[in-house]
């Protein structure tokens, strides 16, 4: 697995932006950043990607549950970061990030309760099992801001229907959870609101992995990741080199305004 990166300067005493519980063989990790709708800053996804390392160190660990606090799954990229360091930084840091997920020795579930945009989808895409509940909500909306879904196409078009794939990179419809589970962007999606509700979905699932072996485990979820990670092999710098040239563009800059900005975007028709 992917070495975590070191933890931003400061982050040490800082409220943690990643918490952590461990329950019955499933270590939790919590995105716990609402106030930027748990973006993923360079100390979320350090400190991200150290749990997940401590979870595969872990002997008493059979899986990782990757949940979130607030509305908002993940939003994504933290664009108050998107102008510093390297082009090619914060493309191919998300890309260890989510090879990270695809390859640790331990399944990985997502626990979905709010909205999911942009990278957020990459979590999911990465994770081996993810369940949402009804109030969750998806959309791939990089083409109404001059960008496309690059990076995160990584985990997720080998596993996504190939025709929804096309209407919901194209016209960014906001879709639900039925949607998801039917195009393989969920394992399931639950009716019933609430916590209870998703968590009486995970209960079963989480019991099954807590009755599988580490070795099973381990090499069973090769076998159903190889393709992702082909994928990863194969197509990761150029995908990374297509994000940071979308996002330096004069439509992006466009597309990005005009979000903020609560406007439409000067190629609207």
């Known amino acids: 697995m992917t070495d975590a990166p070191p933890a931003p300067a400061g982050a040490a005493s800082a409220t943690p932006l990643v918490a952590r519980s461990h329950e019955r063989g499933i270590a939790t990790l919590t995105l716990d950043s609402p106030h930027n709708r748990n973006a993923l800053s360079a100390r979320l996804v350090a ?40 082009a090619t930084d914060g493309p191919l840091g998300l890309a260890r990030l989510l090879r990270a997920i695809v390859e640790l ?45 690059a990076v995160i196409s990584l985990p997720l078009l080998p596993r996504l229907d190939a025709r929804a794939a096309a209407r919901y990179y194209l016209t960014g419809e906001k879709f639900g959870p039925p949607e998801a589970a039917g195009i393989g962007l969920l394992t399931l999606a639950t009716d019933v609101a609430g916590p209870d509700g ?33 994928a990863f092999d194969r197509d990761t710098d150029a995908l990374a080199e297509q994000s940071a040239r979308l996002f330096a563009s004069a439509e992006a800059r466009e597309g990005m305004t005009a979000f903020l900005e609560r406007r439409a975007p000067a190629w609207a028709r």
Do not use: Y
Request: some cysteine; aromatic content about 2%.
């Open 47 to 86: 400190e991200l990607h150290q749990g997940l390392a401590d979870a595969a160190a872990d002997d008493t660990v059979r899986a990782v549950l990757l949940g979130h606090t607030g509305g908002t799954f993940c939003a994504g990229a933290d664009l108050s970061e998107a102008t510093s360091g390297a």
């Open 105 to 149: 020795p331990k399944p990985v579930v997502a626990r979905v309760t709010g909205h999911v945009r942009a990278g957020g989808l990459g979590l999911l895409g990465a994770c081996d099992i993810a369940v949402a509940g009804p109030h969750a909500t998806f959309a791939f909306t990089e083409a109404r801001l001059g960008l496309a879904p």
């Open 198 to 230: 998703i968590d009486a979905a995970l209960a079963p699932l989480l019991d099954a992995l807590r009755k599988g072996s580490p070795q099973g485990l381990a090499e069973s979820k090769k076998l159903v990741t190889a393709g992702v990670l082909a």
